[in-house]
């Protein structure tokens, strides 16, 4: 059997694979699908470096959980014998909180901390006189900082080089997932072979089982998907490219198409993905960000609770402002002109989407605040990711939200984001380092406004 093929007979192949490895690296995904990526055990540490006083179990970030991601909701320790007392005092913030009396096996004792506020605080451990404990201890409780990496298939196709590295970005950071924005025109471009079309399908459908992956939605209004879909024509302008119009549809905003054709639009992209198996979308990213209200109330009609078309405008300002007609630029600083390094997600105002208010469409906005690797630098996603967070407790969730093109996705922008992604893994919740779990987008209407469920 040829590499090519081994993913279309996927699932009678699948234990086969994971008895035998990667047959072919370019086509193969890792046998071994990552545990809940508890990679630092809470540290032993010694009281004393004359003593043989040892305790263990205690982290540095106790994480405040929400419906996604479970919370640290208590503090374990042991410590072993050889205090000289037969009790000892736990105390958080100096308020007493638990007795313990020795064992065997030392002192052992499990503090509920559901009720601790976010912040810095301090664990003591005291015998007789609690204002000499005999160790003090500084931790973090606080809220997670999700990491969304997010891919826009604005192609048809992508070579098996960058279908390779998306594999790469996985192996080489084992907590990650992604969100793949994908594109029905995948499955109406006569260009690309019906066995690529259910390759590609079955690609991601073994990125979203091994690895968590979520396949959400995203349209450019290519002609030859729109043209597949009774009472919409396709449109050639506006394009955010080329003054006189665009023939093949890709360069189209969105928001040319009303609110009842961008629906018609959706539900076609639904009926090509149940097709080829990949099930209901309910994340999405609009091509060029050109959501506006009529986009977004025809995605919360059709069933999406969860869209990332809210741009950091000006972060793709030196890219976009003078190429072709410039219109990409000014689109989007004219309609998301309120969305910066610093917005989170909101429920969008009827009248204007840009930003929270009532009226609401019923979905959630998650700004795309990183923005995508064509427009910004390791430096700047980095810088961005720093500005929402300074290193202390969060007092609320916050999202970070970045990504790529895989049709662009070559060397140099992959350096960018294994650099990115390396920092952030510095700071990764499940490393004891920080408040940084790796989610997938719709997933944020778990955490964010109750309303948007």
């Not at 809940?36 to 540490?45: K, T």
């Not at 043989?52 to 982290?59: A, P, S, T, V």
Request: net charge neutral; proline share 6%; with cysteine.
């Amino acid at each position: 059997m040829k590499p090519a093929q081994i993913f279309y007979e996927m699932p009678k192949l699948a234990a086969l694979i994971l008895l035998l490895g990667c047959l072919a690296p370019i086509f193969c995904i890792a046998s071994s699908i990552p545990a809940n990526h508890a990679e630092n055990s809470p540290a032993c540490i010694n009281l004393s470096s004359q003593s043989h006083l040892r305790i263990c179990g205690l982290r540095k970030w106790y994480l405040i959980g929400n419906e996604i991601t479970p919370g640290d909701n208590a503090i374990q320790f042991n410590l072993n014998a050889g205090v000289g007392a037969q009790t000892i005092n736990v105390l958080i913030d100096d308020e007493l909180k638990l007795k313990l009396n020795l064992t065997d096996n030392g002192f052992h004792g499990d503090i509920d901390i559901r009720d601790l506020t976010p912040g810095t605080h301090t664990i003591a451990i005291a015998t007789d006189n609690p204002t000499k404990p005999l160790f003090v201890w500084r931790f973090k409780r606080s809220h997670p900082y999700y990491a969304l990496l997010t891919t826009d298939w604005d192609s048809s196709d992508s070579k098996d080089s960058v279908l390779k590295r998306h594999l790469q970005l996985h192996q080489e950071h084992p907590a990650l997932k992604i969100t793949h924005f994908l594109g029905p025109y995948t499955f109406t471009d006569r260009q690309v072979p019906a066995q690529r079309k259910t390759y590609l399908a079955n690609w991601m459908l073994q990125l979203k089982s091994f690895y968590h992956d979520e396949i959400g939605l995203h349209i450019h209004p290519f002609c030859n998907f729109v043209n597949t879909v009774p009472g919409v024509g396709c449109r050639f302008k506006p394009s955010d490219t080329y003054n006189k119009g665009d023939s093949s549809g890709y360069t189209v905003l969105s928001a040319a198409y009303s609110e009842s054709e961008f629906l018609r639009l959706l539900k076609a992209a639904d009926s090509l993905f149940s097709k080829y198996g990949l099930g209901k979308p309910i994340s999405f990213r609009t091509g060029s960000w050109a959501a506006n209200a009529g986009t977004l109330r025809a995605l919360a009609e059709d069933g999406f609770i969860a869209d990332s078309s809210a741009n950091n405008w000006l972060r793709i300002k030196n890219e976009s402002e003078y190429d072709g007609n410039g219109e990409l630029y000014r689109w989007n600083r004219a309609n998301w002109r309120a969305i910066n390094d610093l917005s989170q997600p909101y429920l969008p105002s009827q009248a204007s989407p840009m930003q929270a208010g009532k009226p609401e469409i019923p979905i959630l906005e998650v700004p795309d605040n990183g923005s995508l690797v064509d427009y910004v630098s390791a430096k700047e996603m980095i810088a961005i990711f720093n500005s929402n967070w300074g290193g202390a407790a969060l007092s609320k969730p916050k999202t970070f939200v970045f990504g790529f093109h895989p049709v662009s996705y070559d060397n140099t922008f992959h350096k960018r984001i294994e650099r990115t992604l390396r920092y952030l893994d510095r700071y990764l919740a499940s490393r004891d380092s920080g408040p940084v779990v790796y989610e997938t987008l719709s997933h944020m209407v778990n955490v964010f406004p109750a309303s948007a469920h």
